[in-house]
């Protein structure tokens, strides 16, 4: 099982220009990112929602190639939970939103496994350095997204 997890501050070194983000700000980004993650997710090739829940929904994608179902809790403006129902990886990751107004932070985390690869193998430390670098770009690139979605004027606040 491989756990990694990334925590930046949603506000630091913002430019002058980009919009300070809000918890709801963020909010509303997660819950986009949970419906179509391909703005969000370099790697990403596909994201459909097949189901709704009352918390939540499932989604089918495909990442890095592989086909993977993953059901997703939502957690109002506090977490969102991906859990992994099917695929070549078990596991779940969290994205959660930290601190206060004047010290927002969002936390990626994850623990994954490959389901056909023996811990510590030489498949699964290769799987995790590709995994880490990827969602680490992740954690950047949604909060590039959600800059440049509270920036357009279109984007209701």
């Known amino acids: 099982m491989i756990y990694v997890s990334n925590e930046i501050a949603a506000n630091e070194g913002v430019q002058s220009r980009q919009p300070k ?3 709801r700000d963020i ?3 997660l819950v986009m990112k949970a419906e179509n993650a ?3 997710v370099p790697g990403m090739a596909k994201c459909n929602v097949v189901e709704r829940t009352p918390n ?4 089918d994608i495909i990442f890095r ?3 993977a179902r993953e059901r997703i809790t939502l957690y109002p403006e506090k977490k969102v939970v991906f859990v992994r129902e099917s695929g070549n990886v078990d596991g779940f990751i969290v994205n959660e939103i930290l601190g206060g107004d004047d010290d927002l932070r969002l936390r990626f985390s994850f623990a994954l496994q490959l389901v056909d690869a023996p811990s510590d193998s030489a498949e699964e430390r290769e799987f995790r350095q590709i995994m880490e670098r990827d969602y680490l ?8 997204a959600i800059r ?3 920036a357009d004027p279109q ?3």
Request: glycine share 14%; net charge positive; no cysteine.
């Open 21 to 23: 983000l809000s918890r």
């Open 27 to 29: 909010w509303k980004g």
């Open 38 to 40: 391909l703005p969000f």
């Open 56 to 59: 939540g929904l499932v989604r």
């Open 65 to 67: 190639g592989e086909d």
């Open 137 to 144: 770009k992740a954690v950047d690139a949604t909060l590039g």
């Open 148 to 150: 440049k979605m509270a």
């Open 155 to 157: 984007y209701a606040k």
